[in-house]
């Protein structure tokens, strides 16, 4: 394991190398626009990302809400959070939560 560069993430050490692999996951919540879900997209368009998963869908009482779910891999942490203050900046998004998923560690 090279100790270069290694970033900690809880109870393990991940290398630069693995840490370029993290999924990160985008949990959007927004008013049922119809032009949510493209604005929404755009911020992910202008930047040159493929979302590797998307899902949208109606919720709240009477589908007032959008819930937005997006994946994208390879993004370095501090990219996801300058994406997720750029999407919080759209104005029918509600909420904008993240999360990032490592790569399973095989022993």
Same mark, same amino acid.
């Not at 604005?39 to 202008?46: D, Y």
């Given at each position: 394991m090279?100790?270069?560069?290694?970033?900690?993430?809880?109870d393990r050490v991940v290398t630069t190398e693995q840490a370029?692999? +993290?999924?990160a996951c985008f949990a959007i919540r927004a008013a049922a626009d119809p032009g949510s879900l493209p604005? /929404?997209?755009?911020?992910?368009?202008?930047r040159g990302l493929v979302p590797s998963s998307v899902q949208a869908r109606l919720t709240g009482v009477g589908e007032s809400a959008l819930s937005v779910d997006l994946? +994208?891999?390879g993004l370095e942490p501090?990219?996801?959070?300058?994406?997720?203050?750029?999407?919080?900046? /759209?104005w029918v998004v509600e909420r904008v939560l993240t999360a990032e998923v490592l790569p399973a560690h095989v022993a």
């Open positions: 090279s100790t270069d560069s290694v970033r900690l993430d809880a370029q692999t +993290v999924t604005r /929404i997209l755009e911020i992910f368009a202008k994946q +994208v891999a501090a990219l996801v959070e300058v994406v997720a203050e750029t999407l919080r900046q /759209i």
